[in-house]
């Protein structure tokens, strides 16, 4: 009505402290949700090979970080290393790999102590893919 004040609308009402993050455009689905253990870093593997790292802001709104592209099958798990600078992934394509946020490089054949911290992302990823 005129002459009535306009009250502000409310901040979205989000209880549970949900997160919003923006898919890309070749997203068909997660297969894993891995929070970092020493910050807000996001991580995700995807049906479409990828694994994505998203920087998760005070408001809950997760900023793009990094992607990594090397599998050549879907990446069914991930595994954040003990500091947080790492991503352990594991897919279809048989393969373990350990990837480096700071250099975006990632590399395959992990020695033995590396694969221990896979073994169970890597034994859950071969009961899903086809041989």
């Known amino acids: 009505m005129?002459?009535?004040?306009?009250?502000?609308?409310?901040?979205?009402y989000n209880p549970n402290q949900d997160i919003e993050v923006q898919v890309p455009p070749d997203c068909d689905g997660f297969s894993s949700l891995r929070f970092s253990p020493t910050s807000e870093l996001l991580c995700a593997?995807?049906?479409?090979?990828?694994?994505y790292v998203w920087d998760v802001q005070p408001s809950g709104q997760a900023v793009p970080k990094a992607q990594n592209k090397d599998h050549q099958q879907p990446v069914l798990c991930?595994?954040?290393?003990?500091?947080?600078?790492?991503?352990?992934?594991?897919?279809?394509?048989?393969t373990a790999r350990l990837w480096n946020l700071?250099?975006?490089q990632?590399?395959?054949?992990?020695?033995?102590?590396?694969?221990?911290?896979?073994?169970?992302?890597?034994?859950?990823?071969?009961?899903?893919?086809?041989?």
Do not use: E, I, M
């Open 106 to 131: 990632s590399q395959q054949g992990l020695d033995q102590r590396k694969l221990l911290t896979v073994s169970y992302c890597a034994c859950a990823c071969s009961r899903q893919c086809k041989d």
């Open 78 to 94: 991930t595994s954040w290393n003990q500091d947080g600078t790492q991503v352990y992934t594991a897919g279809c394509d048989k």
């Open 45 to 51: 593997s995807n049906w479409n090979n990828s694994v």
């Open 2 to 12: 005129f002459g009535v004040p306009v009250k502000p609308a409310p901040a979205p």
């Open 102 to 104: 700071a250099t975006n």
